[in-house]
């Protein structure tokens, strides 16, 4: 199943504790972002497996003003796999049960041409 999620891709950053049991992220963007991966697997068609799964995710990321040719690639923030656990945690419940059955797993990020999104494919 492969599907694209337009917007802006969002890191799973750091969490802080608030009070006993209360946890939060630190990216008040994440919700958010989580939320429209699920909505966009599960208008793909997705369906929980509970066997062994690969995923493959490129991210599109803003170009900066400052960037010029098609060869550049994004070597700064936001970090790989900040952008990756986000869209694992996304797709629990949804793709499969754990991210813990993903087993193969490719990610890259790169200039958008045009809107910011993140293609995403699991197979399994």
Not at 20 to 45: I, T
Not at 50 to 63: K, M
């Amino acid at each position: 199943m492969r599907f694209e999620v337009h917007g802006l891709p969002q890191t799973k950053g750091s969490t802080r504790a608030l009070a006993r049991g209360v946890v939060v992220s630190d990216n008040v963007r994440l919700k958010q972002w989580e939320q429209a991966v699920g909505w966009s697997a599960r208008a793909a068609g997705a369906s929980l497996n509970d066997g062994a799964v690969a995923v493959d995710v490129i991210f599109y990321l803003p170009r900066p003003q400052r960037i010029r040719g098609d060869d550049a690639l994004p070597i700064t923030r936001p970090d790989l796999d900040k952008l990756v656990r986000a869209v694992l945690d996304a797709l629990t419940g949804i793709c499969y049960g754990d991210d813990g059955q993903v087993v193969h797993l490719t990610a890259r990020k790169c200039y958008a041409l045009g809107t910011p999104c993140a293609a995403i494919t699991v197979t399994g």
